[in-house]
């Protein structure tokens, strides 16, 4: 059974599992799932389009799942999911996805701090933390294990690559490589994200290759076109090295310069 407040506002379609608990004031909408365990603080608004995961907990006065803010949008069923064991805080704004993507989406174990907004058609992988006032225009892509610094403003259609570190205060206007470290501003390159690699358990031989792959790309005389020739030519490959390699011939905005 769930728990819920006799103030909070329950739409009868809406689907709870089981241990749900729902705090005074919150509204949740009919088109919503809440999966087991999951734990909604007070005042939260969960409009129609929300998919929440097992065992989430979304912090008082967020807003879960509301319209896009896209002038094309015109009132089409989209969703916006969030996934497993994932922390919402205080006043975060998700919005729902649009005709492009259909969904927003936020992965598993995830920690969206204070204030942070996901926008339409956003994509946010596994383990990634958003810190406090984080605003992501729409179609942003972060990947799994990635950390973004307080305050730091990503530009639409911008994609962040998996275990990446950016600062705070930021404007990020061009695609981020993975592995990353970025600084300064306008943001840079600012090297690997060492400390980040170890924790998470890549060994000195994956970090060695992605160490000297980054200084082909930034620390070399070579445009980037030429300095990916140069890495598709060495014959020690890795996973790793074909991830760099791969998202940098996908990017569309170009990559964040030295």
């Avoid at 949740?28 to 097992?54: C, L, P």
Wanted: aromatic share 6%; net charge positive.
């Amino acid at each position: 059974m769930s728990e819920i407040h006799p103030t909070a506002i329950v739409d009868k379609k809406a689907i709870l599992g089981n241990r749900v608990s729902v705090g005074p004031y919150t509204i949740i909408e009919g088109n919503v799932v809440i999966e087991d365990e999951t734990r909604i603080d007070s005042h939260v608004y969960i409009a129609d389009g929300a998919r929440i995961g097992k065992k989430c907990h979304i912090h008082k006065g967020a807003v879960v799942a509301t319209l896009p803010q896209d002038l094309k949008f015109s009132g089409e069923e989209t969703h916006f999911e969030i996934g497993d064991q994932t922390t919402i805080r205080e006043f975060c704004t998700l919005n729902r996805g649009t005709l492009h993507s259909k969904k927003s989406r936020i992965g598993k174990n995830c920690l969206l701090m204070a204030y942070a907004h996901v926008a339409h058609d956003c994509f946010v992988g596994d383990n990634v933390v958003l810190a406090n006032a984080v605003q992501m225009g729409g179609h942003v892509h972060i990947n799994d294990w990635s950390i973004i610094g307080g305050t730091t403003a990503i530009h639409q259609f911008c994609h962040i690559g998996a275990h990446c570190m950016v600062g705070g205060g930021l404007r990020v206007t061009k695609d981020v490589p993975p592995y990353i470290l970025c600084a300064h501003e306008p943001v840079k390159f600012a090297g690997l994200n060492i400390i980040g690699l170890r924790r998470r358990g890549f060994d000195r031989q994956v970090i060695a290759r992605l160490k000297n792959a980054y200084k082909t790309i930034y620390r070399s005389k070579l445009n980037v076109s030429q300095a990916l020739e140069k890495l598709n030519a060495e014959t020690e490959k890795s996973s790793e090295l074909d991830y760099v390699i791969s998202f940098i011939n996908a990017s569309d905005r170009g990559i964040i310069g030295a």
